[in-house]
Nanobody, 124 residues
Framework: DVQLQASGGGLVQAGGSLRLSCAASGFTFDDYAIGWFRQVPGKEREGVSCISSSDGSTYYADSVKGRFTISSDNAKNTVYLQMNSLKPEDTAVYYC?????????????????WGQGTQVTVSS
């Protein structure tokens, strides 16, 4: 079974950093697009970042460009989201999700698998 395990959330002061991890299992980690999403209660889920092994594409929401960096370690079947210069408005539950269709791209990301969320709280 495909499983995604998100971790790394926590409480941090504004300006601080966190690194989220999305550990994947149950599929060959060589053809995927994995995205990070976040959601605040009462608001729509927001796509934050994405990385594709199929076409090498990455995506960042305008709100995180220049502060967040997505990367992958194929040897560890893990995708990371390095979050720097965190702001209170980054507070949310963060989820990772995978699109495992052949040739999946960040441009057409349609996740079929979701991990559990990890809470990120940024204090002012």
């Amino acid at each position: 079974d495909v499983q995604l395990q998100a971790s790394g959330g926590g409480l941090v002061q504004a300006g601080g950093s966190l690194r989220l991890s999305c550990a994947a299992s149950g599929f060959t980690f060589d053809d995927y697009a994995i995205g990070w999403f976040r959601q605040v209660p009462g608001k729509e889920r927001e796509g934050v970042s994405c990385i594709s092994s199929s076409d090498g594409s990455t995506y960042y929401a305008d709100s995180v460009k220049g502060r967040f960096t997505i990367s992958s370690d194929n040897a560890k079947n893990t995708v990371y989201l390095q979050m720097n210069s965190l702001k209170p408005e980054d507070t949310a539950v963060y989820y990772c999700a995978a699109d495992l269709e052949y040739g999946s791209s960040c441009r057409t990301l349609d996740p079929g698998y979701w991990g559990q969320g990890t809470q990120v709280t940024v204090s002012s």
